[in-house]
């Protein structure tokens, strides 16, 4: 009996440590798979200009994903991205086009902007965290409000059209999103570092521990004397301030701001996490697999824009394929039930 | 949470109304507009269209009351459509449907109630609904445009052509287009929905930058692509090599027109302003003696650097 138990303890345990290494690569594995893909139907895929497009898209969606891995494993969600990132791009342009008036289009007018951007992100993220948290209301209620409030807010801001970016300005501004460092575009520079930043504190700190218990179980971290809502708030201020961020390199990009600005990122953000492999059910995430998860996203969309050979129709047929077959790679089950 | 403020919102237009119509003559002409949301950019035109021909009719015609509604979706404009009659009472109905399919009967239950209707740019599936049709012309864009492209080019040449949302509009646009450049010697290298939308419209461009070494022209069929698609050629330094045909008439974009801006020759309009066309014509009916049912399809002018200020509207957030 008890060595049927160990037997069956140390099945368990090489399965779960063989599904460990599968799951961390597996993400890794699909985008390589697609890099394939694309170099097989365009040699351009390849073309330095084409994969620094692709990371550079990758830059928005990616940098909102590394904060919503920590909401999610947490055990929170946020639905509020795309609208608050449309919301945040609104208020700075207008911020921005109205400081032209005194300080004329120069780099403190476009500092301004930033610091207005990074506190609207803080505060935005900081309602999303109390009011799911000392308001006792889900997450997936509070932010499905909040993502109906800053769409409005932005559409009123328009007055249902478009804001754009004095010309000026977008002079100043525009190094951010088209310059680069050594070749290395600026935003998926940006986008590395809060990579980076992000894999410290969810990894190496008692924060991100404390995001790890809290997503498990929440009632056994509370009565470990964890400051459940403390932690759960900052998870959500930090995924305002990763939106803000990716707000402050999308706006020099088309200097314009409507309320069809990303619609659906919130999605995309999601997916981007999911396909990383964090758990959507909280308690584990990573870090490293969100910042593929949110390439791979966009070199789905890239490859398609390369080829005739699919029918436009289709494109999101074949995204939703690609994404459902990388989480079912990764997620290992089929290599376990082999080997029984 | 939409709909309690749907209903709120209701409540106070109804409030309105009571206190209006006991204030002030109770015989007053109610014209009901119903149109979809800002949500885009040319829905925003819309509807700043509609709320300036209500101030400058209502300032011309005492006796005529002008109430824009605007919908989120079908199913949100139809029970405008039963509000608009049942609680609002009104004498027409201006109409710009979400969708065709889903609005045609309850546009025609608002006729058979008896009111005068007039259906702008998407038509009903049904015909014999509307007394007045007015809409601006899908085919004719897409035919003018690719005129003038075949002609700029000297009949040969390679292009890629940006679509909108997969509609009826984007299909009639797309196929006039190509059937105006069949024959020709113009290659079109691809076509890639680009969804009316600026980021869309730059991503999609991005790529068939990186695709074509060769690009001669670009047909955008819209200004929001348009915009995108600049700013794609600028960062590739390519902006020598190819000029860019838009469609709608956005400001920007005719501002870039009127400048002589060498990217950017002309546009082509579909103007959001159809909607004070259709509620004039519709004030007609009330107004005057003239006959004013039937069809009216607006023609896809050509704006050029010379006529580009008659089309000018800065301060329309289109």
Redesign the interface.
């Known amino acids: 009996m008890s060595s049927l138990e160990r037997n069956e303890a140390s099945i368990s345990k090489t399965s779960s440590s063989f599904n460990i290494d599968f799951k961390a690569l597996g993400p890794f594995l699909a985008l390589v798979g697609l890099f394939i893909l694309g170099t097989a139907i365009?040699e351009?895929f390849l073309?330095s200009?084409?994969l620094s497009?692709i990371f550079t898209?990758a830059a928005f969606i990616g940098i909102i994903a590394v904060g919503a891995t920590f909401v999610i494993t947490a055990g929170g969600i946020d639905l509020s991205v795309g609208s608050m990132a449309a919301f945040i791009s609104g208020a700075m342009i207008v911020v921005m086009n109205t400081l032209v008036a005194t300080l004329g289009a120069g780099v403190e007018t476009v500092l301004i902007g930033v610091l207005v951007s990074i506190l609207l992100g803080i505060a935005a993220g900081a309602i999303n965290g109390l009011v799911s948290t000392k308001g006792k209301i889900e997450a997936f209620i509070v932010t499905l409000?909040t993502m109906?409030i800053y769409r409005s807010l932005v559409?009123y801001m328009?007055?249902?059209?478009?804001l754009?970016l004095d010309f000026g300005v977008r002079g100043v501004y525009r190094p951010i999103y088209?310059g680069d460092v050594l070749g290395i575009p600026v935003p998926v520079l940006v986008f590395f570092a809060v990579a980076v930043a992000g894999y410290v504190l969810l990894n190496m700190t008692p924060f991100g521990r404390k995001c790890f218990a809290i997503g498990s179980n929440e009632q056994v971290a509370r009565y470990s004397a964890i400051h459940v809502d403390r932690v759960k708030t900052l998870t959500y201020v930090i995924q305002g301030l990763c939106v803000s961020l990716a707000t402050i390199i999308y706006v020099p990009?088309?200097g314009?701001a409507?309320?069809?600005?990303g619609v659906l990122w919130e999605l995309e953000a999601i997916a981007a996490v999911i396909i990383g492999g964090t758990m959507l059910k909280g308690g584990y995430g990573r870090i490293w697999g969100t910042v593929v998860g949110a390439i791979m996203l966009t070199t789905i969309?890239?490859i398609l824009?390369?080829t005739?050979a699919i029918s436009?129709?289709l494109?999101g047929a074949v995204q939703g394929l690609i994404i459902i077959v990388a989480v079912f790679l990764q997620r290992g089950d089929w290599r376990r039930k082999k080997s029984k | 949470?939409?709909t309690f403020t749907k209903y709120l919102g209701a409540a106070c237009v109804l409030g309105l109304g009571l206190v209006s119509t006991t204030a002030f003559a109770a015989d007053k002409i109610k014209i009901g507009v119903s149109i979809p949301?800002?949500?885009?950019?040319w829905?925003?035109?819309l509807?700043?269209h509609a709320a300036q021909a209500e101030k400058r009719i209502e300032a011309t015609y005492p006796n005529i009351d002008i109430i824009v509604v605007s919908a989120n979706g079908a199913s949100e404009q139809a029970n405008d459509l039963e509000d608009l009659v049942s609680v609002q009472n009104i004498d027409a109905l201006v109409v710009l449907p979400f969708e065709s399919d889903p609005l045609t009967v309850p546009v025609q239950q608002v006729k058979q109630a008896g009111k005068f209707v007039t259906v702008v740019d998407r038509g009903l599936s049904l015909p014999g609904i509307e007394d007045v049709y007015v809409a601006g012309n899908n085919p004719e864009l897409g035919r003018v445009s690719g005129e003038y492209i075949r002609d700029r080019l000297n009949d040969s040449g390679k292009i890629v052509v940006l679509?909108g949302i997969?509609t009826t509009v984007d299909t009639e646009r797309v196929d006039a287009f190509v059937e105006t450049l069949d024959g020709s010697k113009i290659e079109i290298l691809?076509?890639?929905?680009a969804n009316w939308?600026?980021?869309d419209g730059?991503?999609?461009m991005?790529?068939?930058?990186?695709?074509f070494p060769e690009i001669d022209a670009v047909w955008a069929q819209d200004d929001?692509i348009a915009?995108?698609v600049i700013?794609a050629i600028k960062?590739?330094d390519r902006t020598d090599e190819m000029f860019i045909v838009g469609g709608a008439g956005m400001k920007?974009i005719i501002k870039r027109v009127m400048d002589g801006d060498a990217l950017t020759p002309i546009d082509v309009l579909y103007p959001p302003a159809m909607i004070a066309t259709a509620i004039d014509i519709t004030v007609m009916k009330f107004t005057s003696n003239a006959p004013v049912e039937g069809r009216y399809i607006l023609g896809a002018t050509v704006v050029t650097k010379e006529n580009a200020k008659n089309f000018y509207f800065p301060d329309?957030?289109?």
């Open positions: 365009n351009a073309s200009g084409n497009n898209r409000g109906g559409t328009a007055d249902g059209g478009t754009s088209y990009r088309l314009s409507s309320s069809s600005t969309g890239n824009n390369l005739d436009n129709y494109n | 949470m939409k949301a800002a949500t885009h950019g829905a925003g035109g509807n700043w679509r997969p691809d076509m890639k929905h939308n600026r980021d730059y991503e999609v991005q790529d068939f930058l990186s695709r929001d915009l995108g700013e960062q590739a920007d329309s957030p289109f």
